[in-house]
């Protein structure tokens, strides 16, 4: 549509995105052009949290930045939690504690999760409430993902 | 000895993990809207933005011309038949010469990219003539208001007069009720690949259903082709909820592959989302109870009228939901009900979990909260004592031979604990209004509310929804086949601890859920765990017996004698015994079986006849905060126990009723589709509000356990009971709270304070 041209750093890696329009989210350059399906789309307003990653560490909605915008920042997405192909302790919980069904929010609550964790290694349960309630999920009510947030920082807590 | 340091077998009535769980924390899943292929095109509706108006001109000149765009097609390039529908074939695949809701599909487009998709359609231009939209489902029933279908407004009219329609009581109560249109809202929106075939008489279309073989069969007859030529594969799922039983963008996104001889994807954004895919009924419920000074129901009268919007999609099966369950879970020998279905040119209605006894059951709970007041009884009270047992009848006549425990479920229910009072110094996210700080704890009223309710599983009426597996054992590894559609409740979790149980296996790999094997029917109406179980189950059984028989030629034992114990065959009588993974490294053994559940009737005009299956029951507390001042609510606690014949996998089944809860609450407090003439005021997730996190009530679940026998597992459904009765319960919360009567949900602000 257009010859765009720009560099993208996503997961540690430098990425060319070509034959772009400039109009492009950052969700759809990630999704589209970069061959990364991991974060999800399912509001295009930044209410349901589906497609959050991290801008510089932060985590934020992609369908809600302007891809070029997010040159000379450090990305980070669901695919570069774990680089080995194992799964963190968040997904791990995820999967023991049944807070995965359709799985369609699941990516966007690990990082945001993972972040609330980052800052708050013991959270309240009010805390753990704010910290997703950006993130919309319409299967599980909630209650097995609070199941698994609780479960992460008790086994954070008890070294094996 | 055995080990007994052996690792959990993941059999079941375990809380055995997901199969696709690793895949979906991962972000490697591939939903529908994942799927891509190399020289692929991107496909587009155009929606109409009119409820009601003639098409007197589509100019696609425009749009043809746009450097990217690859053809733009309307109802003229339509190859079979013009209209589709799950019951009747009322529904245009695209607009003809009329537009009868807004958002209805007129043209279709293919472009390199979906911002060049919306620049052209942008660029069609539809002369419409504009009319004036049938709004009022009211007004539909008139013989004097003009059809905006050829076969008229009333898609469905139901009577049923059971026992005596005289009887009266000496206490009456009676009410109005509204149930406002809610969305399924899966987070997925509606997304396909079509991939047309070499030679152009075949087609391969990855999609997200409900139903892959009656897709099928619909895009067949539209696409002018037979169904074998059709190949429809399951793309991962977002959420379903009753949303994908209709098709949506299929026939599309064929129609696009076929004439541009390219891959197409189609995804709807979540507005477009919002008019692509039916809706709950919004529903108007009359009801007079008549009991005796006890307390105990004598006859029920009833009036449903249901706004099944510009289509037909599954209305007169939702009706007969509706009219059928409207006693509830309690007994009732006298009865007098109408019921309608009608057309209007609101957003098409059809299947949303629940499937009519959502509105139903609203409509009981209330008025059972109604005789409790007239009588002085406590709600709970009220309940025990009208509470449907095993061997009553319903309305219709049928007997209910399904288990149940309504009365279990009331008591059960009651001995959770309330949650402790709001504390004074309640921190502000516990509050109604929340970070808003709007409330204060001293301005705060709790009420407790309950609901119990009753849900047919399985189709009705007639309907003979079998499904269909395929089993394959060879070297201690099973395979499963069928065509059932993985929505994220879990059914390819049951189908491997169905295997591991009947087999002795642990290793049960899953093939690719398509249409090269028989159907399983929809995974609606709570149906897959007994119907696609079944077959699971039926098929491994004839593997075992064929296996026992190999195991048995082989070492000179009766295959009768052999039992399967762990991952063990054993003689049952002597000490042979052989793992299952040497005793099958030699064969393959493939079987397929199908499941039909017993068969049922019509009803007759009188609404009499075994028209369902067979029930689930679940009963609700809620505990609701509420500032009666700013109208503001928060449910604080739902107490549950719900009947699931067998837990096949407890994790899942509360997964099933925490999440139908969450939906049930949205329903109760702030989720509804709010149409004006004809229009959708609030298509998005900012307008059209859903439960977060904050807004996640505690839930206590408790489970009766009482294997059903009809059932192939013991298990019922568990999916729909849990979104049903919980409504009324947070409703009734509210009310006594508020201390007024309140006929509607969801109930707004404006409905506690002005």
Redo the contacts between chains.
Sequence with gaps: ?SNEFYQLKVNGVEHHVRDS?I??SLL?VL??RLGL?????????G??G?CTVYIDSKPVCSCLVLAASAQDSDIA???G??DDGS?TD???A?????A????????GL?MSIHHLLDTHPTPSP?Q???S???????????????DAVETVVHRRGTPE | MKDVLTQERFVLGT?A??P????????????S??M?ADNMLWGATLRSPHPYAAIVKIDTSLAEQLP?VFCVLTAQDVPGDLTYGLISCDQPVLADSVVRYMGEPVAIIAA?????CRRALELISVTYDVKTPLVDPEEALLETTAPIHPDGNVIRHQRIVHGNPEVTGDIVVEGLYDIGMQDQ?????EAALAIPGAGGDSIEIHVATQWLHEDQKQIAACLNMQPEQIHLVLG??????GAREDISLQVHAALLALRTKRPIKMQY??EESFFGHVHRHPAKIWMRHHADTDGIIQKIEARFLFDGGAYASTSSAVLINGVTHAQGPYRCDNAVVDGYAVRTNNPPCGAMRGFGVVQACFAHESQMDKIADATQLDPAEVRLRNAMQRGDRLITGQVVESVAPVRELIEQTQHIPLPAPLAHDA?V??LPGG?GLASAPQHIKRGVGWGVSIKNIMYSEGFDDYSTARCTLSQGQATLKFATSE????FVTIAQQIARSILGVDDVALDTIDTKIGSAGSTSASRQTWMSGGAVDGACRLVRERLFEHVGRQHGIDPLRLVVEDNEIVDSLGDFRISVADASHDVVISEEFEHHHRPTEELDENGQGNCHVAFAFVAHRAVVDVDVDLGLVKVIQIATTQDVGRALNP??V??Q???????GLGLAVMEEIVVKEGRVMNP???DYL?????D?PE?IARLVEEPDPQAPLGAKGVGEPPCISVTPAIVAAIRQAVGRDIPRCPVRPQDICL
């Design positions: 549509m329009w109009g492009e759809y999704r589209e399906p991991g974060s999800k789309g399912a509001c295009e307003q209410e349901c589906s997405t669901i695919e939690l774990q799964l968040v997904q791990q995820f999967i023991d504690c049944g995965v069904q359709c799985g369609f929010c699941t990516p690990v009010q753990i409430k704010e997703i309630s950006g993130n919309i999920c319409r299967c599980t009510g909630y209650g097995r993902i609070f | 809380n993990p997901r696709d769980g690793a895949a979906k924390v991962k972000g490697e899943f591939a939903f809207s994942d891509w990217g390199d990219h979906p911002e060049t809202a899966f987070l997925g929106t991962g799922v977002g959420g379903a909820f954004g979540r921190d996210l516990d970070s929505v994220g409740q879990g994790l899942s509360i997964g009723i925490e999440g139908g809860i969450a939906q998005s997730f900012t859903l439960p977060t996190a904050l996640a839930v």
